[in-house]
């Protein structure tokens, strides 16, 4: 099977790089130097995520015309920063806040990994993120892409079928040709059902210390274990 | 100016790599695998290269639903090699040939000054070519591309407006953010008028030794001259 693999795709957040660390380190450093204080960051990055799902849920269900990511992030922001009771950030602080999504750290093994897998293989995001907020995050992490797959060319969000389809398509692969790389396995079952290849990648820490969801891989959608991007190169010959 | 310039945008065919030459050269080694002699494949090459802007046009006038360049290329070489008398390929053959645009050389100083510019700007194809072909073509000419914009994401070939137009909305950045760098005024022409700042890179043997267009840059819409992507790396700070 393997021989036959020509690209591996993978999901960003949480797969490539840690969002929780990364997010509510920058939005406590940006508000310190404007002077607000007493805000539980990690609680707050944490209702953040909780709003992703149900506002990429509103444009899957066609409730809503196609909209970005970096869009939905700003306008959960602005709710959560009212709940929250932060106040007096100009227009310019709140988006450059909301582009925290863009200056996320990678996890340890992710650029090793990725430079090793493009020595062989296409390696592209396909993640729900926007094309801007991957390329800036790429500059950031030093992401080695081959290009941006995903949501926004594909014009679909993950888990609905036409993400890993187009994403496929776009670089003239059929799906057993392709291997998408997750830390999540509902991730890996929507793209199991379109016949690509999968590879789990547990991050056990994406959630925090007490994570309990996608601890272990579901034999029934995983091709591939991996405990890291690095052990991923290896097993595939990189 | 430049200090706002965020991003590097660029024509491929000509202004990256030498088509002409590249083209050429690939399908006389292939064919004569296959025992075909006696073909004039500069000349076959032109002739190809001709039908591209004609095969675009039916896409760009909308008498055609949207069709990827790599299948614009497959049915003009089917139809040029029925003209010049080539026969005894098999359709794994056609195609391969067909994908003779994916394995273009660089010009001598284009991955010299891409890998430059990649440390200040974001650097992407504006490219009439589709996702794969270009993602192919940077895997086999060592191009570092960030990210792949142009006529595939945009769903819009050049000169067509939306085609500058969305390659910069999907980098999050005004027009006025981004340069775009070609060797063919046409193109700069276009990119202008929709607020992007120009680049001229002459390209003076890109349609042979007797090239008579695209040999000045035109000064009404031509920003910056460069003679090369280095030169152009140090105009730029790089």
Redesign the interface.
Known sequence: MITAIKACIFDVFGTVVDWRTSVSRDLAAFTATKGITGIDWLKFSDAWRKQYRPSMDEVRSRRRDWTIL?ELHLESLVKLLGEFGVTGLSEADILHMSHAWRRLDPWPDSVPGLTRLKTRF?I?PCSNG???L??NM??YAGLP?????GA??ARAYKPDPEAYVASCR????KPSQVLMVAAHNGDLRAAKAQGLGTVFVPRLTEHGPHQQIDVVPDPSCVDIVAVSFTELATKLGC
Chains 1, 2 share one sequence.
């Not at 892409?145 to 797959?149: E, G, P, Q, Y």
């Not at 776009?170 to 692969?173: G, I, K, N, S, T």
């Open positions: 970096d296409i592209a926007n094309i801007a991957i390329v790429a500059k892409w081959d290009c941006v797959l926004e060319p776009m670089l003239d692969l």
